[in-house]
T-cell receptor
Framework: AQTVTQSQPEMSVQEAETVTLSCTYD???????LFWYKQPPSRQMILVIR??????QNATENRFSVNFQKAAKSFSLKISDSQLGDAAMYFC????????????FGGGTRVLVKP | DGGITQSPKYLFRKEGQNVTLSCEQN?????MYWYRQDPGQGLRLIYY???????QKGDIAEGYSVSREKKESFPLTVTSAQKNPTAFYLC?????????????FGDGTRLSIL
C-alpha cells in the first residue's frame, strides 16, 4: 500500500515571502498522480496543483509550483509571494494509476502567514 | 452553480444511535466518496461508489454503511457499531472512477457525540 508523509506539522512564513512544504511517498508503481490540496478554516478541500508522474516538467499554477523528484519520491510545494489568504492546512495526496480515483493523503502541514 | 452539498453542517449523536449524513451532487459525476478527518490528520477513505447501485469499502469502513440508489446521492450512515464517530466527514465526487480528473469536495459535516 502507498503511504504519503508530510514531515512538517507547521510552517510559518512572512507575507510576500516564499515557503516550501515537503512531501514524500512510498510506491512501487511507475505511473501515478500527485496532488496538493488546501484546506482553509472553512474546511473545504481545494485543489491547488497536480502532477502526472510521467511528466518531467514541474507543474505550476500562478504562485504555486512543485518540485517533483521521481527517483527520490519527493513532491514539494512552493508558495511564492505568500498572501494572508494562503494560511491553511495543506495536504499532499497520491493517486495510483491502477486503483482508479482512490486518493491516499498525507497528515497535512499547517501554514501560518505573518503580516 | 454545480457542486456538492453536504448536510447537516453539524450533527450530534447519542450513544447507541445511528445517524445519516447527506451528500448530494449536481455535477453529473459517476463516482462518489466518503472521507473521515480526525483533528490534525489527513483524510481517510471510508467508502466509495464507482457507479449507481455499486459501492466498495475503503480503508476504514467498519461501523459505517452507505447506499447509492441515485447518481446524485450518496448518504453515509454512522452506526452504533462505530465506537469513535466524532470527526469531520467529507464527501467528494469525480467524473468517473477511472478518470484522471481530480475529486471535488463538499463543505463537510462535523459529527459529535452527546
Amino acid at each position: 500500500a502507498q503511504t504519503v508523509t508530510q514531515s512538517q506539522p507547521e510552517m510559518s512564513v512572512q507575507e510576500a515571502e516564499t515557503v516550501t512544504l515537503s512531501c514524500t511517498y512510498d510506491t512501487s508503481e511507475s505511473d501515478y498522480y500527485l496532488f496538493w490540496y488546501k484546506q482553509p478554516p472553512s474546511r473545504q478541500m481545494i485543489l491547488v496543483i497536480r502532477q502526472e508522474a510521467y511528466k518531467q516538467q514541474n507543474a505550476t499554477e500562478n504562485r504555486f509550483s512543485v518540485n517533483f523528484q521521481k527517483a527520490a519520491k519527493s513532491f514539494s510545494l512552493k508558495i511564492s509571494d505568500s498572501q494572508l489568504g494562503d494560511a491553511a492546512m495543506y495536504f499532499c495526496a497520491y493517486r495510483s494509476e491502477d486503483a482508479g480515483n482512490k486518493l491516499t493523503f498525507g497528515g497535512g502541514t499547517r501554514v501560518l502567514v505573518k503580516p | 452553480d454545480g457542486g456538492i452539498t453536504q448536510s447537516p453542517k453539524y450533527l450530534f449523536r447519542k450513544e447507541g444511535q445511528n445517524v445519516t449524513l447527506s451528500c448530494e451532487q449536481n455535477l453529473n459525476h459517476d463516482a462518489m466518496y466518503w472521507y473521515r478527518q480526525d483533528p490534525g490528520q489527513g483524510l481517510r477513505l471510508i467508502y466509495y461508489s464507482q457507479i449507481v447501485n455499486d459501492f466498495q469499502k475503503g480503508d476504514i469502513a467498519e461501523g459505517y454503511s452507505v447506499s447509492r440508489e441515485k447518481k446524485e446521492s450518496f448518504p453515509l450512515t454512522v452506526t452504533s457499531a462505530q465506537k469513535n464517530p466524532t470527526a469531520f466527514y467529507l464527501c467528494a465526487s469525480s467524473i468517473e472512477w477511472w478518470s484522471n480528473q481530480p475529486q471535488h469536495f463538499g463543505d463537510g459535516t462535523r459529527l459529535s457525540i452527546l
